[in-house]
């Protein structure tokens, strides 16, 4: 686990990554009520060798429309308000017996899509 960095898309483009040696913090994206978005979490290069054996996400303020991870990547579909600001936490367990969090927080902008 050389690298400490993950990347993270929203609807498939990427938008980013976040070093965790740095504590460079967590994505943050505005998100009006009616979008639904699916962000996918590239664990790969904090991973290195070793691989995800579970993932589980907890939302706050948002809804989990749907999720899902393969060895390398974790995925949540959101939905909903995020109110003033909203969360969605992704806790992996790794095949060797390491534990990691991410968080994706979310803003409220009223894009007018209703």
């Known amino acids: ?33 009616d979008e639904v978005l699916t962000y996918t979490v590239d664990w790969s290069r904090f991973l290195g060798t070793d691989t995800i054996a579970s993932s589980t996400w907890t939302v706050n303020s948002v809804t989990s429309a749907a999720t899902s991870n393969t060895t390398t990547q974790t995925t949540i579909k959101v939905s909903g308000d995020p109110g003033n600001e909203g969360w969605a936490n992704n806790k992996i367990v790794t095949a060797g017996g390491s534990t990691k969090e991410q968080s994706i927080k979310f803003f409220h902008r009223d894009m007018g899509l209703d």
Do not use: E, L
């Not at 993950?6 to 994206?29: A, E, L, M, W």
């Open 1 to 33: 686990m050389a690298f400490r960095t993950i990347y993270v898309k929203q609807n498939g483009r990427p938008v980013g990554g976040y070093d965790f040696k740095d504590h460079k913090g967590y994505p943050s994206f505005w998100k009006d009520k």
